[in-house]
């Protein structure tokens, strides 16, 4: 494979400007920087949070629900929203998207999983942009991946991704909780197998996504069964996604 392979995955806080709706400025800007990726012969699929974040916001909710139904209703609803953008700002730098919807059940199907390889292969040849979420509408306790974190690090294992990029509104992996401990220190660089990677990151996420840094590191470590370095960062770094791809130290780089 010549061609590198990006898995980028940006977080419902990111997306939805904690909740506020569609953060339609700030998708441009990540929109604009994927096609420049993909002139630059890199393969970029993008996972993406916010639909059940949308759907709340469209439905005039105040908290996000803990109801299995009330979650798949806001999911359907704010999936409509989150696609129709990406599809808009994509097609005016003359490029076509693609949707897929999945759930656990087909990662672990041997021939789903084939089929769904094989589908993501030829989108990447056609020059499309496949953009993946959890398919929340049908998903279950019983089928979920948990998290979009997860999420992402199965396809970027599905793909044999180069690397995983997770856009958060954390600047990365820190050695305390930035959110108690003023003195806390970004790790900009950490080996995937290094214990104090799993201790410094918090078990707790945000009101709007389902994971915190702990699923981030936990996702990592997923990817890494197929030598996919990962990236967590800030998504509000200006031009962060050019900036990585420079090489430039932004956020934390856990490698193989």
Known sequence: MSKQRWVIKIGSALLTNNGKGLDISSIASWVKQIVELTKQDIDVILVSSG????????LGWDTRPD??????????VGQMGLIQTYESLFSKHDMHTA??????????????????????DNLLELGIVPIVNENDTVATDEI?????????????????????IILTDQGGVYDADPRQNIDAKLIDKIHVDDK??????AKT???????????????AKKAAESNTTTVIASGKVDNVLMRLQTGENIGTLIYC
């Open 144 to 164: 979920k991946f948990g998290d979009n974190d997860t999420l992402a690090a199965l396809v970027a294992n599905l793909v044999d991704a180069n690397q995983l």
């Open 205 to 219: 996420g945000g009101s709007l996504g389902s994971g915190g840094m702990y699923t981030k590191v936990l996702a």
């Open 196 to 201: 104090k990677l799993e201790q410094v990151a």
């Open 67 to 76: 109801d299995i139904h009330k979650l798949q209703a806001a999911a359907a």
């Open 99 to 120: 949707q897929i919807l999945l759930t656990r059940d087909n990662l672990t199907n041997a021939d789903r999983y084939e089929n769904i390889s094989s589908t993501l």
């Open 51 to 58: 639909a059940i974040a949308e759907g709340i916001k469209r």
